[in-house]
C-alpha cells in the first residue's frame, strides 16, 4: 500500500541534521506534500532547469551566477517560473546566501525555500536517495522479521503457532530481531525487498505469557538490526506427527510467494513436538545461502546416486 503523503516539513525535520538543513523563506509551503513520481509527473530532485523543472529544485553557485546575469526582466520571469507549478521547494546548496529577492519571491509564491551545507552535487544524490526510500510503496506482512546467518528471514504463521517464542530463542543463539508483528517491506530493486520495523514497534517483541518485551534493553545493541534485505520466508504450520511422513524428504516444501511484485522464496516448516525450530530455521538460512550461491544439495544427492546406479551397472555387466 502506498505511505502517507510526505510534507516538506515532515521532510525538513527528519533529515535537518543528516542534509544540514536550515529554512531561510517561504514557511507557508511547509504544508505542500510530495508524492512517489509517475510518468505524468515532473522529477523529483533535480537542478534548476525554468524549462521542465523538477518538484525539489537545487540551486548551487553556477545556478545562482546564470540568475544574476540575467537582465531585470528576464530575471523576474526567471524567480516567477522558478516558484511556481510544480515546484514545491527550492533548495540553496553550499551554504550560500541567496539574494533578498529569491527570498522574497520564496514568500510571495508560498514555496519552501530551503538551504544546506552540502554541496550541491552530494544535496542530490542524498535527496534523491532519501526521498526514493520514503516514498516507496510499502507492504505490511503479518509475521516477525529476523536477522539469521547473516540473511533476513520472515517467520509467518497463523497466530499463536508459536513465531515470537521462535524468534526469542533465534534472539539468544546470537541472531536479530528486526521487526515483530507488522514488518514493513520497501520495493528497492527490481528483485529486492528492504524490511523494516515501523517506529512504534521498534526494539519489542510480543511473546504470550510475557507481554511485550525490549530485546534492546535486555541483550544490547547487538540483538536488534533497523532494516535487511528480505531473502527468505519461513512459514511454520502445525502438523501431526503423521502429516510430516508426507512431505518429500528429498525436496522439502519450497515455493515462491510474491510480496511488491517481487518473487520470494518460501519455506513451509512443520510445527510438531520434538522438533527444534530455531535449529531447523539455522539450517534453512545456511541452505538458502548455499542454494543461491549455486549448490542444490538434493541435485547433489540424486547425481550421485545416479553414478553409483551406473557404476554397479557396469560391475555387473563385467561379471557376466
Excluded at 7 to 31: C, D, K, M, P, T
Excluded at 55 to 68: C, K, W
Excluded at 180 to 189: H, I, K, L, Q
Aim: proline content about 4%; some cysteine; glycine content about 8%.
Amino acid at each position: 500500500m502506498p505511505v502517507a503523503p510526505l510534507s516538506l516539513r515532515n521532510l525538513f525535520e527528519i533529515y535537518q541534521h543528516r542534509l544540514a538543513l536550515h529554512w531561510l523563506a517561504g514557511h507557508a509551503g511547509a504544508v505542500r506534500s510530495l508524492h512517489s513520481a509517475d510518468e505524468s509527473e515532473a522529477p523529483l530532485v533535480g537542478y534548476l532547469n525554468l524549462i521542465h523543472p523538477a518538484r525539489l529544485q537545487i540551486l548551487g553557485a553556477a545556478e545562482l551566477d546564470y540568475l544574476s546575469s540575467l537582465d531585470e526582466k528576464t530575471y523576474n520571469e526567471a524567480l516567477g517560473n522558478l516558484f511556481t507549478h510544480p515546484t514545491l521547494a527550492v533548495f540553496i546548496a553550499g551554504g550560500l546566501h541567496p539574494p533578498v529577492s529569491l527570498r522574497r519571491a520564496a514568500d510571495q509564491h508560498n514555496t519552501a525555500l530551503i538551504g544546506s551545507a552540502l554541496a550541491s552535487d552530494k544535496l542530490l544524490n542524498h535527496l534523491d536517495y532519501y526521498l526514493n526510500d520514503l516514498l516507496a510503496d510499502k507492504q505490511v506482512v503479518h509475521g516477525v522479521f529476523m536477522d539469521v546467518m547473516g540473511i533476513g528471514i520472515l517467520l509467518t504463521g497463523e497466530s499463536s503457532v508459536g513465531k515470537s517464542e521462535l524468534a526469542l530463542e533465534l534472539i539468544s543463539r546470537g541472531h536479530a530481531l528486526i521487526a515483530d508483528d507488522a514488518p514493513e517491506f520497501y520495493r528497492v530493486g527490481p528483485d529486492s525487498l528492504r524490511g523494516s520495523c515501523p517506529e512504534l514497534l521498534q526494539d519489542f517483541l510480543e511473546v504470550r505469557g510475557l507481554g511485550l518485551l525490549d530485546i534492546r534493553a535486555m541483550l544490547g545493541d547487538s540483538a536488534v538490526k533497523r532494516h535487511k534485505i528480505l531473502r527468505l520466508i519461513v512459514n511454520l504450520i502445525h502438523v501431526d506427527k503423521s502429516d510430516i511422513n508426507s512431505i518429500d524428504r528429498l525436496q522439502g516444501s519450497y515455493s515462491n510467494r510474491t510480496l511488491s511484485e517481487v518473487n520470494v522464496p518460501e519455506i513451509q516448516l512443520p510445527v510438531a513436538p520434538g522438533r527444534n525450530l530455531a535449529v531447523l530455521v539455522e539450517a534453512a538460512a545456511r541452505n538458502h545461502i548455499l542454494r543461491e550461491n549455486g549448490y542444490d544439495a538434493t541435485g547433489h544427492f540424486i547425481a550421485r546416486q545416479h553414478r553409483l546406479m551406473m557404476q554397479e551397472e557396469q560391475e555387473k555387466n563385467s561379471n557376466e
